[in-house]
Nanobody
Framework: QVQLVESGGGLVQAGGSLRLSCAAS????????MGWYRQAPGKERALVAA???????YYADSVKGRFTISRDNAKHTVYLQMSSLKPEDTAMYYCADLATNPPTYWGQGTQVTVSS
């Protein structure tokens, strides 16, 4: 069983930055790819960024150059540094274990709201 707890969301002005954290329980963390998804009202949940156990990364086109995903295996934590935020980045952000497709384990989500 894997438990994921996100934190770091909030209200920020356009152009600002936020850092999301996802703390994972379970010994499998260091072996699995992890990802950040987001879901805006009325839209489907979509993968924003992912990081493999070895540190290889993937970014959706909409966030390339603005978001950075990283992980600290010793702390069982994955991060999403978000910069140059835009109103269209407003969404609930979820952390997920990517060992399965679709992911089996999800966090509860953290709200990010970007004001114009």
């Amino acid at each position: 069983q894997v438990q994921l707890v996100e934190s770091g969301g909030g209200l920020v002005q356009a152009g600002g930055s936020l850092r999301l954290s996802c703390a994972a329980s379970g010994s499998i963390f260091s072996h699995n790819a992890m990802g950040w998804y987001r879901q805006a009202p009325g839209k489907e949940r979509a993968l924003v960024a992912a990081i493999s156990s070895g540190g290889n990364t993937y970014y959706a086109d909409s966030v390339k150059g603005r978001f950075t995903i990283s992980r600290d295996n010793a702390k069982h934590t994955v991060y999403l540094q978000m910069s140059s935020l835009k109103p269209e980045d407003t969404a609930m952000y979820y952390c997920a274990d990517l060992a399965t497709n679709p992911p089996t384990y999800w966090g509860q989500g953290t709200q990010v709201t970007v004001s114009s």
